[in-house]
């Protein structure tokens, strides 16, 4: 398969898309962000690499992180995890309130932000430093420079009251155990993480290893955990237009409102996409096209 010049194909075929969607600005040090930005990186299991556009320019990767944060528990906690979340698609938004009312306070998976902060109360019982212990698991899954944006997050912290609705409702419930600053912390710390195309898809390459980066040859996660973050990316992975992600493009993957994109094509490759502008779901228009074309041009998804 020549994907370089399907890379290229494909990059040129979706630039009239631009201008159809909006740079997130609900969090201000997002909206700063240039929406011509564009890349494309995609890592195989066997080494090989084809990359285009902003492929290495670091971006706020935002929810993608609730896939390292997932992963981190289920390493630590595995199984017992799921007595405080669920592995149900949405079909809400990523900060909805509602749901969680109707739910007492159990969220319906990692990947919406209710989700992702019960993972972050799990990791707090177990991690003395879950922000440091986050940088580790990263810079392990791809050997790179990772960090945090420091006004990211501040930004974050500082209009983040939908996020503090969401962890207080769930302490009343129960099922938040530390203070709502200490979650909110770290949860605002993971969403600021800064990273690029090329560093998003080495990092999740060991999802389309059965759990081991190719590279080291490290186990991070058994071949049956893994199908399950696959599973969930899946059917989770793009808040209430998950289903749409499957039937379009039809692979595990995971959004993040700073336009970037990661999905995986198992025992082949990771890819990430990058575009800032956003449709009103939350996800890039660019990158979710990118995707379809490419699964559809190259015949290959999980179905
Ligand atoms: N920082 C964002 C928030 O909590 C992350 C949401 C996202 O990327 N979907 O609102």
Same mark, same amino acid.
């Given at each position: 398969m020549?994907f370089?010049?399907?890379?290229?194909?494909?990059?040129?075929?979706?630039q009239?898309?631009?201008?159809?969607?909006q740079v997130?600005?609900y969090i201000?040090?997002?909206?700063?962000?240039?929406?011509?930005k564009?890349?494309i990186?995609?890592?195989?299991?066997?080494?090989?690499s084809?990359e285009?556009?902003d492929a290495?320019?670091k971006f706020?990767?935002q929810?993608?992180?609730?896939?390292f944060?997932l992963?981190?528990?289920?390493?630590?906690v595995?199984?017992?995890?799921?007595?405080?979340?669920?592995?149900?698609?949405?079909?809400n938004?990523?900060?909805s309130l509602?749901?969680?009312?109707?739910e007492?306070g159990?969220?319906?998976?990692?990947?919406?932000?209710?989700?992702?902060?019960?993972?972050?109360?799990?990791?707090?019982?177990?991690?003395?430093?879950?922000?440091?212990?986050?940088?580790?698991?990263?810079?392990?899954?791809r050997?790179?420079d990772?960090?945090?944006n420091?006004?990211?997050?501040?930004?974050?912290?500082?209009y983040g009251y939908?996020?503090?609705?969401?962890?207080?409702?769930?302490?009343?419930?129960?099922?938040i155990?530390h203070?709502v600053?200490?979650v909110l912390d770290?949860?605002?710390?993971?969403c600021?993480?800064?990273?690029?195309?090329?560093?998003?898809?080495?990092?999740? =390459?060991?999802?389309?290893? *059965?759990?081991? &980066?190719?590279?080291?040859?490290?186990?991070? #996660? $058994?071949?049956?955990q893994? !199908?399950?973050?696959n599973?969930?990316?899946?059917?989770?992975?793009?808040?209430d237009?998950?289903?749409?992600f499957?039937?379009?493009?039809g692979?595990?993957?995971k959004s993040g409102?700073g336009?970037?994109?990661?999905?995986?094509?198992?025992e082949?490759?990771s890819?990430?996409?990058?575009?800032?502008? =956003?449709?009103?779901?939350? *996800?890039?228009v &660019?990158?979710?096209?990118?995707?379809?074309? #490419? $699964?559809?041009r190259?015949? !290959?998804?999980?179905?």
């Open positions: 020549k370089q010049a399907l890379l290229e194909e494909i990059y040129n075929e979706v009239p898309l631009f201008g159809q969607g997130a600005d201000p040090a997002l909206g700063k962000v240039d929406p011509r564009f890349g990186s995609i890592q195989t299991v066997n080494g090989q084809f285009t556009g290495n320019e706020s990767i929810s993608i992180s609730k896939v944060n992963a981190m528990a289920i390493r630590i595995d199984e017992q995890l799921w007595e405080r979340v669920g592995v149900e698609p949405s079909g938004p990523f900060n509602v749901q969680l009312e109707h007492r159990i969220p319906r998976n990692p990947f919406i932000n209710s989700g992702a902060q019960v993972v972050i109360d799990i990791l707090l019982e177990h991690l003395d430093n879950p922000n440091e212990e986050m940088l580790s698991f990263v810079k392990k899954l050997y790179e990772v960090y945090y420091d006004a990211v997050f501040q930004s974050e912290k500082e939908t996020n503090q609705a969401l962890v207080n409702f769930m302490k009343a419930h129960k099922n155990m203070p600053d200490t770290v949860y605002y710390h993971q600021s993480i800064e990273m690029s195309c090329h560093g998003l898809a080495k990092s999740f =390459l060991f999802l389309a290893n *059965n759990g081991i &980066i190719p590279d080291t040859g490290e186990r991070i #996660l $058994t071949k049956s893994t !199908k399950r973050v599973a969930l990316m899946l059917t989770c992975g793009f808040y237009q998950a289903g749409m499957a039937y379009h493009v692979l595990p993957g409102v336009g970037g994109i990661v999905a995986v094509i198992p082949e490759l890819i990430a996409v990058w575009s800032p502008e =956003l449709n009103t779901y939350g *996800n890039s &660019i990158g979710m096209k990118v995707l379809e074309l #490419l $699964t559809t190259t015949g !290959k998804s999980v179905f």
